[in-house]
Structures are given as structure tokens and as C-alpha cells.
């Protein structure tokens, strides 16, 4: 994959799960313990062998900056090549929302690139993907784009694309939906095409007055290029709304989910914090759980995920909850159903509980 | 080009051989420790936290897999411009290869390497010590001495003086005597083996030791007395908190065992962390069954049974109904459904069968080499 | 300096010498063959030992972002502190000019570093100076800011601020002119203080309306802290003009100058390229030039600087030039009195011509 | 973790004794060259554009002066994850450290290093070539082919060809038999001593001849005829452009010269470009009274006297009314007012006095060593 650029889309679309990105990103919301959404395509990206990876940078660009850093820990703090990151550009009297602005603006760059293809991947998807196979698909197929579907169980809300593809691979129908059934095809927000496909269409799209890659990009072009699409039949997440993000949290805990996204031989990679090993004390008692390091438990967890650096005090019960980094859940305190963002304290003995599948949000910094 | 002021030098030592099983395979500063250290991070964060960026690795043993793990030295923030960590394995010079013939001559040998950094001192270090400290201060207060040589000294019990080194100082802490296992001890400050040298001053005594037949070449048989015999300037410096020695089986078990007492015996969520080459690994995960009390317990895992006062390192596997208690498993170890682990360290990928036993007592903690399978 | 956070000033204040900084701050304006501005003030900071460093990101932020990159050349990828940015951050309804309001906007920052002392720089000074002893300085006056100036010889025009100083070195009045007259002390743009001042200066100035650090925040607190200045006495050049520009780069023609700037114990670093040596042909003619690997001179060069990578063909010849990375300048092209930006081809034959001390101007990426 | 598809062996050489005074303080590897170079910036930077990540570096001498050099092995990018720059000496080991008596020896001594890397193949490589290749290419070829080995041949001129080792290949570039300085070649495809071997392929080879004592543990002489004659599927991969032996002090000059040609022997300004650790200095300073006329000059040099066809490398110093012609002057040395230095190889950090002549000929290069001073 060495004549791959990689180029990760934050849109910043923060619509749907308002209560985590009042200060970040979407793509830089937490998960699973330890990451944030962007890291699982990061990682892909990365273990595929791609080593020259574009960030694109939202108007407010702080959460991205301070996860992504220089790079160093994807391996893509590099002297040549390696992370470089997509100014999100104000062209003035420019009015228009969605991500194609961001690329037209940036397409001059990409001419200049010396790679064949480009890769693009969205930030908000949970995934833990060999791209390798695609560029192979690809090129099996003579494509010009190829996209990723998963077939998804069950009935799932938020804004995706859903793809019709026929027995060769070929994609005969894409369009925006905003439930996806059962069985439907989802799109994972990846294309892989040739740079010269890429830019081509950015230019003619924004030329003519469009607005977002898929649908003014891809949708309306589908016509004109031969759009493959391949599955992938491993775990999928799409975190477009707060219903969702609860339930892929929740999926975390079955140990098939866990070890097929993590315990592969491709690692996700995060920013490191250097956190102790977890301590469990005399009294802890834990059930279905996953913990990350720098924890200190003194009381019950159950169904739950915790954060790194979560204190749990003596006598706490914490059930089917999500408890961000570094909260400090004081002796006696009872929290059910909850997602609690970074840094929030519950003081001694009080009770937080949400409604089964419809989880109470307490958003950063807070003490209850 | 920045000097470097103050190199580290970390005596990795020699097989290991009280460690026994668990350095069959890798060199002793690499055996892990702690839930997801090795033993080489703890002086390495030091040096890092310190300052101090440029480290050499004294090691005569499996160099290669120790290289492997310190990598570019970039997990302890150490591969900076005129920094770094290099591995020093006795290698074959113009006159042939020597092994390291004591500690002193293990720094004798690597001479040329302290010429071409240039320091002003030379910061000397144990690789078998769990503890943390600044050795910024300890500088600090060699430089306002305007000493030759200072030693870290730790006050131990009076009744285990007899087996360390004893410094006699007076009152400023300038060291009159040294007695290496005094059976009638004068004093109960103890070294540590942690010493600062003037670079030059170092040179001289290393220098002149190496041409002497009778010499063991050691820094507390030989040049420590020899430097005291010739008045030089020579300071204790005090350091106060948790040091242990993790040179044997039992101690290496004890001082994992005492990271899961209710107070830790330094703070491990303070601000001095202890940096490790990062496995990449997830939150570990507890199953429905499961049973933690009173252990550590590291990414990457999966517990299914029951773990009890026990450390457990990244990537290890608890089937359903084990139990583990009073153990040291080590990464990547499986420990099959319905066995029983009991005062015991377990080491790197092993595999534990269903039912199987392993079981030691207090004072006799069983070892599972690395890589063995125990059906 | 361990207990330093150094923040380096990016103001994209352009309007002097605009025909450089089109589509760059004027802190990214390349200088001295290899340089751009701002490297000196990173290059001076991480030789004095400071680890951690914040550099602020314009509101267009690719040239910074494209030269900085991941600090990797100022051996500022790290993993714990090292480089870190500081976006620029749009406050809803706000319209003030100035640099304040970013230093303002990412107050919890700098309220949240562990580090005691704040060293803010301006990243359009060109100087070397090891800041250890502007620390020593501080210390001993018990200063609660401290600055730096220079003693200039000649006039210089352009907006800069100009300190008078008392016998022991106390700051007595500082204000901001637009022509420095010879044998004034002229502000390097450095200040010295601690976090707790200076976060207690911008949370002050910013709430009551003030636009600017150094006039807000410190010439209208001149009577509330002990401001103290220090005196470099080596090289210094501020390039707040055009005729600034070409001058400091003609002092570089100076053996002394380029030898205290460079080839002191404490070198000034930049974006590798890797290039190879300059290659010269056989009818090439030089003289009191400096020339930056990676350029091939077959013609004649005189009293020019020529940066990375410039071609200059047969029979050419350059005088009292600067010439910026990549240009062509084809057989026969004679250049005097010019400043090329990059990129610049100069066909067969042509002439360019400026007056002397009148440099003309030829833009990035045109053909002549 | 990704695995390892090629690891990259480079034979850095011994002593490097035909270069003379040149290493007596450095390894040959570290010898500077071509302006701002080092010469295993060549192999390394190869590997580097050919996506091979993980190189060790096999020398007997001065490991740490080339450790230093290459430092994390950030400037040739190769400070990934999984990759990595490691210098190999031979050091001790349980039954003491032997000299690599060979080059297939020295290979052999490290085969604990290839199977730690696990590599798929290894491409072994000369430390004293100066030439730019892609081995991506190669290592296809080898896939292609199926082979067991695949060794880099140059057509030589055919009046030269009995100074090499010399390959007999059937149309399809297999080799049918392998002639060192055959007197009479039937060929004029010279080994550059590029070879690629499947791993398991190769450690057969090497751990048999390890063992027999009248072997020269060599890869020309013993380790490839062996393979031959044993049928292995050994091809060879024609290699077209500059190559160059830089092992003597005149074929070391002759390359520098090269580079001054009109067509500079490779593309130095194209896309393959020579990654090498940068000295942080500024353009060259170019005197009012200087005259430099079909000269290769890097930065920090300040340039007052002549130079004419000459090769002068970072921070060396040219004074007034200095002639220095048909010269190699390496970092940091500075020629004195009025000198002439005329076909010579000044070392680094030199101090050519003021005045003084340094004049070599034509097939007799004068060389002046590292540090020296000439008065």
C-alpha cells in the first residue's frame, strides 16, 4: 500500500450525539474504554501499510490536535511522508456546509502527491479492517471506486448509506437513508480510487455546486464510474446517534466483540497514557465488564465499561453504564444506565439512573 | 551541539542466575514486573523524570531481546537529539572479547562510550531495584558538596544491616568508613548502589583497578575503599521511601505482592509515572462469572474465574472456574478453566491446562518457566 | 528550562511585506537560504532546553502546519509534552483583531500546565540566543516580567516596540513607534514571566476589551509588575518591512553575521530536505554569496543568496538577489535587485531589474 | 504486529585496511562521501526507498562511533514500528565472543537476530558500494522466479571481468555455474555481492559450512558455488547503472570525481533521494574573493580561496589565496591562506596550515588522516 495516500474525513457532524461533542469533534468522541472513534481507521489505515495519512482538521480543530498529536503513536511521525494534516479552509463568501469544500480546497495538494490511489475513510466508524484485501478487490475488478459495506443485523437509526450491490460486486444503487433495516448493506464511508478519479471528481462536483462527497461526489456520479463495493463481515459500528453509541458500547462486552476488534494480530493505537494496571481492592466485586488501566475499584461494576482512570469508591454500584476517564465515583454512590463524559464526580452516596436503553448523559466536568 | 551533563549508566548484570527460570530467556532488566513493567523501566522513568536522557545498558546476556524491547528508547521519551538508550553488551574489541569481570569493570570496558558523551558525571545504577527517585536532586547535592563520589544510601532495620554495605558518615554525611557486611554494624545506612561520579575522577580509579590482578573489580569491594583509603571526597545522600532489591525468586514475588497492599508502597497515579513499551492492547475484559479481590490486573486480559491477591500481566488468559491466588502470571500466560494457581509466578506465554495445579507456599514460590506448557 | 512552557507568537499581521506572505504568515517568510522566520525563536528555545512548546496556529494555518509538522526537525516529537498548537479559536460574535483573544481562548490550558514559568516569543525576530540566561536574569532582579531587547544601529522602520531602561535594568517606559531611530532599545518580542502573571494578564486585558498582548496586556500594566529587560548584543533582525527583509538578508553577506547567527555552538534547525550539495559547473563564477545545497550554478552569482534547489543556467548572472527555493532561471537571464519567491521560472534571456535598496518583487510560482 | 517480509543485512566490513588512514578512527561504513554523505547512507537509503525497514549492520570495529552516527535511524525514516537500524558487532556470547571469520560467518554468528526478525527472506548487501538500486524489484523477481536465491550481477567490460566473480546464466537468467576471477570468463556478469536468499534456505546453507573447519565461511568462495552444485534455483538480477566499489583510497577519490561530471553518474536531484544525518548548518559562504569552478560544496563551509574540481563536505574552511584542486576535504576541516591541497583526501577535522602544500598524483592520492595537523 505504499502508493496509497490516506485521507481520514471529520466532518464534525455533530447532530445526532450532541451531549458528547459539545467540545470535540464526533470522531474524537471516546470509546471502548481507551479510544476515540477516529483511532479504529487510523489504526486500519496504518497496519495496512499505509504511511502517508491526511487528517482533516474541523473549524474547531482542538480535540483533533491534542488526540492526534504528532502522530508518533500511529507510527506516522515521520521525516518524510507520515501524518499531515487538512486545514479546514475559510474561503471567503463561502456559505456552503459539508466536507466537499474541505477537499476542493485542499485538491491542489493531492495533484501534487506522488501516489496512484487515494484512500478515504471516515472518522466516525468502528472497524478493524486489512485494506489490503480492498486495493486487491479493486484491482480484481478494474474499478474505478471501490466502497465497504456491512450487512447489518437488526434496525439501526441515524443518516448512512445504503448500498444495492449485484452478484459481481458491483454497486447498482447507493442512496442516504435514515434508518437502516435489517439485512441492508450499509456503506462504511470508504472509497478507494485512483487520485486522478479523486480529484476529478471533487472539482466537478464543487464546480457545479456541490456540497458533500457522497452524495454530490459519489451518489450523483454513479453513472458515470464503474462503483465496486466489497463486504466486511467482521464488527462494524456506525455511532450516528446516542442510541447507538450506547448499544455499540454495549456490544463491547461480548468477548467475541471484544477479542475480534482488539485481539487480532492488527492492534488499534492510541494515545498513551502510561496508566497503572487496574487495582482492585478487598471488597471489588466485577461482572461482564471491561476496565481500563489506572482504574482503582473499591466497589461493584457490573455490564459496564469503565474509562482509564476511573476511581469507583467503596460501596458503589455502577450497572450497565459507561463511565468516562477520570471520573471519581465516591463511597456509596449508585449509577444505573448512566454515560458519564470525562472528569465528572458523583459525590458520596448519590444516585444516577437512567431508563434501560435510553441512558442518562452527564456531560464533562461536572459534579452531581 | 547541548553537553550532556550527567550520563546514566544501568549495571544490568550478569545471567541472573538467582532469577533462575524466569532469565532462561531474556535478560534480567527485561523480566516483567509490576502488572505491565519490566524491571528496567523503573531506573530508565527515574532517568527519564530526572532529566537525565543519555543511558547506557550494561548487559552481558540476550542483548538482542533487550534491544528489541528498548527499541529507539521512544517509550520512555529518551530518543532525543544527543540522548538515547544503548545496549552494551561486552563485544570484541582489538585485543578480543572480555566477559564484564565485576561491576567496576563492566564500566572499565565501556570507557570509550563515557569519552564520546563527554559527561561532567556519571550517574551509576543497579538494574535489579524497584523504586523511585530524582536523581536530579542527588546531583544537586553532589554539585554543592563539591564531591568525587556520592552514594545513595537507604536506613534499613539494624537487624538486616549485617547484609548490606554500610556507609559511616558524619554529620554533614561525608562518609568516614565503609564496611561491606559488618557483623557489628556502626551504622544502618545502607547503600543502595546508586552512585554519582566526577567524570574524570571516576576514570582514575577505573583505570588504575584494571591493571590490578587481585582486584575483583568491584565498586563496593574494590573502589569504593580503595577512594575512601585515598581521602577523597565522598557524600551519602539519603533517600527516603520504598527501594527493594528484586535480585531473587522470593523478592521478586514479595515486591509484587506488595503493590496490593491497601497504601502502595510509592504512588502509582502520582505525577512520576513509570513509562513501558506500550503493548497496544484494549481494557481488559471480565467475564460474567468472574471474581477480582485485592490484585492488579493489566490490559489485554480476559478473567473468567477467580483472581485473588495476584498480578496479572497484559494478554493473560483466567478460564472459567481457576483460580489464582497469591500469583505472578506474566503476559500472554492461559490458565485453563478449573485450575488452580497458588503462590506461584507464572512466566511469559505459558500454558496452564483445565485442572491443573501449580502450587507453591510461602518462602517456596513455584516457578513456571517461560513458554512451558504445564498439562 | 524544565519548568518552561515556551509559546511561540504567530500574528499573521501581513501587511508590510505583503507580497511574501500571500499565502503564508509572515513568521513562515522564508530567510537565509534555508530558514523560514519563526525557526529561530523554536530553534532558540529547544537549545536552551525548553521541552515543551506551544506554537499558536494562525487562522490560515497550512504554512505552519506544513513547515512544523510534527516538530520531528526541533526534536519536539515526543510523547509527553514536545510540540503542541494552539488553534486559533472563533468565538462567536466576536470581531476583535489582535492576538489576545487566541492567548484568552486557551487560557485553561495554560491555567492546567504543571510547568512555572511561561517564555513567550514572537515568531518573526531572526536571533540565536540561549534564553538560560535571561532566566538567570529574572531570577535574580525578582522580576515579574521580563523582556529582551537589542541596541539599534541606524533607523529602522516598521512597527516595533521600544523600551527606555533604567541602570539596573528595569523596564521605565515601554511604547510602540513606527520608526526605531539609531541607538534605540528595540523589543525582541520576548517575554518571561510566570503561568499564574501571565494568565492573570490575559484573563485582565481580554475582559476589559484589549485586542493585544504587548499593548493591553504589558505597556498598560507598566505600573502594576516589576518589568525588567535584558540586553542580546549579538545579531538581531525584525522584518517588518520589505526593505527590512532585503536588508537583514544582505546583512547575511556579512562573514560575522552569518557566522554568530550559524556557526555558534547552538544551531538554528529547519525542515530537512535532504538535498545534495551545490553542484558547480565549469564556467560558474561566484562571489559573496550564499548558496543552499541542492542548487546547480553553471552562471555567475555576486552579493545574492540563493535557497534550496535554484537552477541557474549558463551565462546567467545574479546580483544583489534573493532568490527562493526551486527557482529556474534559464540560460542567459540576468537578475539584479531582485527577490524571487519560490518557484519562479526566469526564461532564456530575460532581464530583471529593481533599483537598488528598491528590490523588485516577483511573486511564488509565476513564469517570466 | 506486521511482519517482516525482507530484512536487510549489511556486511559493514572489517577493519576497512585498504582505506588506510582513512579508519583508523571510524568504521568504513562511516567514511564520508560525496560531499555530505556517509557511504552507508547509500545501502541504507536504498532500503529505505525500497520499503525494507528493519536493517542490521554487521561490523567488527568501532561499533559505537557508527551507533552514534546512525542514532535512532530516524534520517533514513527508518525508526518505525517493527524496523529499526541495529548495529551488530560480534559480542560475547555463552561460549565467548568470536571474530566473524567470514562473510557467510558473520551471518551465520547472527542468525539469532533473522529469527527474532522472522523475516521471509534476507537481502544481503556490501557496506562499500556506492550505487542507487531498487530492491522492491529484485525481491519481485526472486518471488517470480521462485528461487532460492537471486544474486545482483553488472555487465562488466569484458577485459575487467577476471577481477570479479563471475556468473554463467542460461537465457532465463538462471546461473549454471559461478566462477571467481575466473581467468578465462564466459560471461561478463559480475556478483555485486547483492544476494537474496529465502530464509530457511539460507540458514540451512550457513549452519552446515559453520561447522566444517576448512571452509572460508564465505559467501563467494564457499556458501554460493555449494548451493550451485547442490541444484538449488539460484538467478540472477541484472542491475544497470553507476556501481561502484569505494573499498581502496583511488577507487574512493575516482567515485567522488565522478560526481563532478557534466551527467552526474546518478540522478542526485531526482525522486530516489539520498537520505543522510544532517548536520543542522547553514548555505555555504561564498567569499568576495573565491573562485569555485566544477566543485561539489556543501553548507556551513566558508569558501575564500579557489576550489576547482574538488569535493569539499559541511563546516570546512577555504581561506584566502588556498588552491585546492582534483581534492576531497571531509567535515570540518579547514585549509589555511595561501595552502594547496592538489589530489588529496583531507580527513575530517584537519588543520592544513597556512601556506603548506599538499600535493598528491595522479594514481597516488596523498591522504591526510582524521585530526591531523600539517604544518
Redesign the interface.
Known amino acids: 500500500m505504499k502508493n496509497v495516500l490516506g485521507l481520514v474525513n471529520i466532518q464534525e457532524d455533530n447532530s445526532l450525539i450532541r451531549e458528547l461533542t459539545a467540545s470535540r469533534a464526533v470522531e474524537l468522541v471516546p470509546f471502548a474504554g481507551r479510544y476515540r472513534l477516529v483511532d479504529f481507521t487510523l489504526s486500519s489505515m496504518v497496519n495496512s501499510g499505509i504511511g502517508h495519512v491526511g487528517v482533516m482538521l474541523p473549524d474547531r480543530p482542538r480535540s483533533v490536535l491534542d488526540h492526534v498529536r504528532s502522530g508518533k503513536e500511529w507510527d506516522l511521525s515521520r521525516r518524510h511522508e507520515g501524518l499531515f494534516y487538512l486545514p479546514s479552509v475559510k474561503v471567503e463568501r463561502e456559505s456552503r456546509e459539508g466536507d466537499l469544500k474541505n477537499f476542493y480546497a485542499n485538491a491542489d495538494f493531492f495533484e501534487h502527491s506522488d501516489k496512484k490511489y487515494v484512500l478515504i475513510t471516515s472518522g466516525s466508524f468502528i472497524y478493524n479492517i486489512d485494506f489490503n484485501a480492498l486495493m486487491d478487490f479493486h484491482i480484481e475488478k478494474d474499478a474505478d471506486i471501490t466502497m465497504m459495506y456491512h450487512v447489518e443485523k437488526g434496525e439501526n437509526t441515524g443518516k448512512n448509506a445504503v448500498l444495492e450491490v449485484n452478484g459481481d460486486g458491483r454497486a447498482e444503487d447507493i442512496a442516504e437513508k435514515t434508518v437502516v433495516y435489517d439485512g441492508s448493506k450499509m456503506s462504511l464511508g470508504v472509497y478507494l480510487m485512483e487520485k486522478r478519479v479523486f480529484v476529478e471528481i471533487i472539482r466537478n462536483a464543487y464546480e457545479h455546486g456541490g456540497n458533500d462527497l457522497l452524495v454530490d461526489g459519489i451518489i450523483k456520479n454513479a453513472g458515470k464510474y464503474k462503483i465496486y463495493a466489497m463486504e466486511h463481515n467482521e464488527y462494524v459500528a456506525h455511532v450516528e446517534s446516542m442510541n447507538a453509541y450506547y448499544k455499540s458500547s454495549m456490544d463491547l462486552l461480548r468477548y467475541d466483540v471484544w477479542a475480534s476488534l482488539f485481539m487480532g494480530k492488527n492492534p488499534i493505537y492510541t494515545k498513551v497514557k502510561d496508566e497503572v494496571p487496574v487495582q482492585y481492592k478487598e471488597e471489588s466485586e466485577v461482572k461482564n465488564a471491561l476496565i481500563a488501566n489506572g482504574c482503582i475499584v473499591h466497589g461493584s461494576v457490573e455490564n459496564s465499561i469503565l474509562f482509564r482512570g476511573v476511581k469507583v469508591g467503596k460501596g458503589v454500584k455502577i450497572k450497565n453504564s459507561v463511565i468516562m476517564e477520570n471520573c471519581d465515583l465516591k463511597d456509596g454512590a449508585l449509577i444505573e444506565n448512566v454515560i458519564c463524559d470525562k472528569n465528572v464526580v458523583v459525590s458520596k452516596d448519590k444516585w444516577l439512573k437512567g431508563a434501560p436503553n435510553y441512558p442518562l448523559i452527564v456531560t464533562k466536568n461536572v459534579t452531581i | ?2 553537553k550532556t551533563e550527567c550520563l546514566a549508566m544501568i549495571l544490568a548484570g550478569g545471567q541472573g542466575s538467582r532469577l533462575g527460570a524466569l532469565t532462561k530467556k531474556i535478560a534480567k532488566p527485561a523480566v516483567p514486573f ?3 513493567y519490566r524491571i528496567i523501566d523503573f531506573p530508565l522513568s527515574n532517568c527519564a523524570n530526572s ?1 537525565i536522557t543519555k543511558v547506557g545498558v550494561l548487559t ?2 540476550k ?3 533487550l ?2 524491547y528498548l ?5 520512555w ?1 529518551l ?3 544527543d540522548g ?1 538508550v ?1 545496549i552494551l ?4 574489541r ?1 585485543k ?4 564484564y569481570r565485576g561491576t567496576a569493570d563492566a564500566i572499565y570496558q565501556n570507557l ?2 563515557i569519552e ?1 558523551a563527554d559527561p561532567e558525571y556519571v550517574l551509576i545504577l543497579s538494574g535489579d531495584h524497584i523504586y523511585t527517585m530524582d536523581y536530579a536532586w542527588m546531583l544537586n547535592a553532589h554539585k554543592e558538596n563539591k564531591a568525587d563520589a556520592t552514594i545513595g544510601v537507604i536506613e534499613v532495620p539494624w537487624e538486616e544491616a549485617p547484609r548490606f554495605g554500610i556507609m559511616n558518615t558524619d554529620e554533614d554525611g561525608r562518609i568516614e568508613s565503609f564496611e561491606e557486611k559488618p557483623k557489628e554494624p556502626k551504622s544502618n545506612k545502607a547503600s543502595m548502589g546508586i552512585y554519582i561520579f566526577t567524570k574524570d575522577f571516576l576514570k582514575k580509579y577505573l583505570e588504575e583497578d584494571a591493571v590490578l590482578e587481585d582486584s575483583e573489580h568491584d565498586f563496593g569491594k574494590n573502589i569504593i575503599p580503595k577512594m575512601l583509603n585515598d581521602g577523597a571526597r565522598m557524600f551519602s545522600y539519603a533517600f527516603e521511601g520504598y527501594w527493594k532489591d528484586v535480585g531473587t525468586i522470593e523478592s521478586l514475588w514479595q515486591a509484587n505482592m506488595d503493590l ?1 497492599q ?1 497504601e ?1 508502597p510509592f504512588d ?2 502520582g ?1 512520576w ?4 513499551s ?23 486480559s ?1 478473567i473468567e474465574g477467580e ?1 485473588t491477591n495476584s ?2 500481566f497484559p494478554g493473560v488468559r483466567v478460564g472459567k472456574g481457576a483460580k489464582v491466588t497469591n500469583a505472578v502470571v506474566m503476559p500472554m500466560t492461559q490458565i485453563g478453566a478449573g485450575a488452580t494457581v497458588d503462590y506461584a509466578i507464572v512466566a511469559q506465554d505459558c500454558i496452564i491446562k483445565d485442572n491443573v495445579t501449580v502450587k507453591g507456599e510461602p518462602g517456596a514460590i513455584k516457578v513456571v518457566p517461560e513458554g512451558e506448557t504445564v498439562a
Open positions: 551541539m547541548r509490576g502488572g505491565k532529566g552481558q546476556y542483548p538482542l531481546e534491544h528489541n527499541a529507539t528508547g521512544a517509550a521519551d530518543d532525543v537529539r538515547g544503548f553488551p561486552p563485544y570484541a582489538e578480543g572479547a572480555d566477559w570509550n562510550f564520546l496490593l491497601e502502595t502509582l497515579q505525577k509515572k513509570i513509562y513501558s506500550n503493548p497496544s492492547m484494549p481494557p481488559h475484559f471480565v467475564g460474567a462469572d468472574a471474581s477480582i479481590k485485592k490484585s492488579m490486573i493489566s490490559e489485554g480476559m483472581v498480578v496479572i
